[in-house]
């Protein structure tokens, strides 16, 4: 696996050299209910792009972006937010710096509250002819700390897991809940800060769904090498998403 941080200057000029694409985990730093690390989003999106790093050596590791937009989850201790304007600004001067080197730049986002901003930031760098593109896992379930991310984090780390402390939170879907989260906060509807249930919340699902985010976001770096070639030799131009 190729990580960034263990690169010295003349390790990342030789990946870049061969035409790797450097995928930069996006996380956040916010309260995950009282059973999970306020890291969470951070350590699945950089577990996720680990494991897609293992199955495509094109694939360089960036560090992970630890900070995000975290304004819904206020009033719960431990959650820490740049803010909207400050993640779009970051993640543009990012892309920015980063494809001096790289062939293509891959903005892994596994944090929803980073959405709007997410994607305003890849807008203004496709709008500036840079090749960076977006990618988010494809898995669905429970919005936050629920199943889906309490397996996920069984798999990654189950030490770091309170089971003793978790609880069903609000169930409700997100067509009824978003608005008044946006109105609220998480805080408004959520004491816990959960919104979904984490029973039946287990490692070995957790492991698919890193299997199946990685194979995915594996396949797309294997796309975006092979366009970079193409690019290289002549024979097509840089598209990104």
Not at 37 to 52: F, G, H
Request: charged letters at 20%; proline letters at 6%.
């Amino acid at each position: 696996m190729n990580r960034l941080a263990d690169a010295a200057w003349p390790d990342a000029a030789r990946w870049a050299g061969d035409g790797a694409v450097l995928v930069v985990p996006i996380g956040a730093t916010e309260q995950h209910g009282p059973h999970l690390p306020v890291t969470t989003d951070t350590d699945i999106a950089v577990a996720v792009v680990e494991a897609a790093a293992v199955l495509d050596h094109h694939l360089v590791v960036a560090p992970a972006m630890a900070y995000g937009s975290s304004g819904e989850h206020d009033r719960f201790a431990g959650t820490v937010s740049i803010g909207q304007e400050a993640i779009e600004a970051v993640l543009v001067e990012l892309g920015r710096s980063a494809v001096r080197d790289f062939a293509h730049v891959v903005l892994a986002c596994t944090h929803g509250g980073n959405a709007s901003p997410f994607a305003r930031a890849l807008g203004r760098l496709a709008a500036e002819g840079h090749p960076v593109t977006g990618w988010s896992p494809p898995w669905a379930g429970d919005l936050h700390a629920g199943r889906t991310e309490t397996s996920l984090m069984l798999a990654i780390a189950p030490d770091r897991v309170r089971l003793d402390r978790a609880t069903p939170g609000d169930t409700r879907g997100g067509a009824e809940l978003l608005p008044l989260l946006r109105a609220g906060g998480v805080r408004s509807v959520s004491p816990t800060g959960i919104l979904g249930d984490p029973t039946g919340a287990a490692a070995d699902e957790g492991s698919r769904l890193i299997r199946a985010a990685a194979a995915d976001l594996a396949t797309m770096v294997a796309g975006l090498h092979r366009r970079s070639e193409m690019r290289g030799a002549g024979m097509g131009s840089e598209v990104t998403r």
